[in-house]
């Protein structure tokens, strides 16, 4: 049993929700993690699928550009400290708690999560994180929702997916949105 409600339903005085599109340019390396992926997939997919093959070869290539596009670090074999999708979440982060905001970053990938966490660690900006084995759900909430409360909290798209309700924060980035 899942509860709906409509934001104009419980809080009419909200103003309407805005959304943005940040665009990111991947650098030098990530492009080429980017391209040497797409290059080495491509013409085996496209062959699979003109002989009429399964269509998972083409999903797993996709999901590997995808990783590229987010982390060079979520490709295997490849390692990196950072990148250009990352700096740019930061950047926005810190803007927000110097503001005085809270923030929900969701990923479907824990993953990339860890490769966050680090991030928010050297910038000074505290977080909490809510994902699959977070043991005390309930508690994690609580501390994001205080008013002293971290200003950041990082949640897996699975964990936070249903039955979650945050109302202390006023910012949401969807750092690698579905399809």
């Known amino acids: 049993f899942v509860l709906r ?10 103003p ?22 797409y290059a080495a997939t ?16 083409a999903l ?5 550009l995808r990783q590229a596009a987010c982390h060079p670090g979520l490709v295997p074999g490849q390692h990196a400290k950072s990148s250009s999708k990352v700096k740019q979440l930061l ?12 923030a929900l970053v969701f990923s479907q990938w824990t993953s990339l999560l860890d490769l966050i966490e680090p991030e928010l660690k050297e910038a000074g900006i505290a977080f909490t994180r809510l994902d699959g084995s977070t043991a005390d759900r309930g508690a994690v909430v609580k501390q994001f ?22 109302t202390a924060a006023d910012h949401v980035f969807l750092v690698d949105p579905w399809w």
């Open 16 to 37: 309407p929700r805005t959304e943005v599109i940040s665009r990111v340019e991947l650098d030098e390396r990530e492009r080429d993690v980017y391209q040497t992926i």
């Open 60 to 64: 797993e290539a996709l999901l590997r």
């Open 5 to 14: 409600r409509l934001k104009k339903d419980v809080a009419p005085e909200l």
């Open 91 to 102: 950047e926005s982060l810190s803007t927000a708690a110097a503001d005085g905001h809270k």
């Open 42 to 57: 491509r013409n085996e997919v496209v062959g699979l699928l003109e002989a009429g093959g399964s269509v998972l070869k």
């Open 145 to 166: 929702e205080a008013e002293a409360g971290p200003p950041v909290m990082l949640i897996s798209l699975k964990a936070g997916g249903t039955g979650l309700n945050l």
